[in-house]
């Protein structure tokens, strides 16, 4: 099973921005669907965004369109979630996912769960 590591999380004032990264630890990983989803304290994890294999679907939780973009490097083991606009509810852990089919947002697909960066935006 593929490996996950997030980095690029931290505490931003609102309105502000950051970048997160998620490294798979396997290069066959461009065959693998990604997303985020995070956990607010006291809250059930929720899906934030989707990407496909060929990097060419996403998709975004009404929350966050508009503001964050997900991306990835289809010939490597990389992907990305820029957050733009950033509001103290987005303030969670927040979880890079891979599964093995190319194209899902649905959290009980995912096999493969990175350990969580958490992103703290203050008021």
């Known amino acids: 099973q593929v490996q996950l590591a997030e980095s690029g999380g931290g505490y931003m004032q609102t309105g502000g921005s950051l970048r997160l990264s998620c490294v798979a630890s396997r290069q066959t990983f461009s065959s693998y669907g990604m997303a985020w989803f995070r956990q607010a304290p006291g809250k059930e994890r929720e899906f934030v965004a989707a990407?496909?294999?060929?990097?060419?679907?996403?998709s975004y939780a009404d929350a966050v369109k508009g503001r964050f973009a997900i991306d990835r490097d289809i010939y490597g083991n990389t992907g990305s979630l820029q957050m733009n606009s950033l509001k103290p509810e987005d303030t969670a852990v927040y979880f890079c996912?891979?599964?093995?089919?190319?194209?899902?947002?649905?959290?009980?697909?995912?096999?493969?769960w990175g350990q969580g960066t958490q992103v703290t935006v203050s008021s």
């Open positions: 990407i496909d294999c060929s990097g060419r679907r996403t």
């Open positions: 996912a891979a599964t093995r089919k190319c194209d899902s947002d649905d959290p009980g697909e995912f096999g493969a």
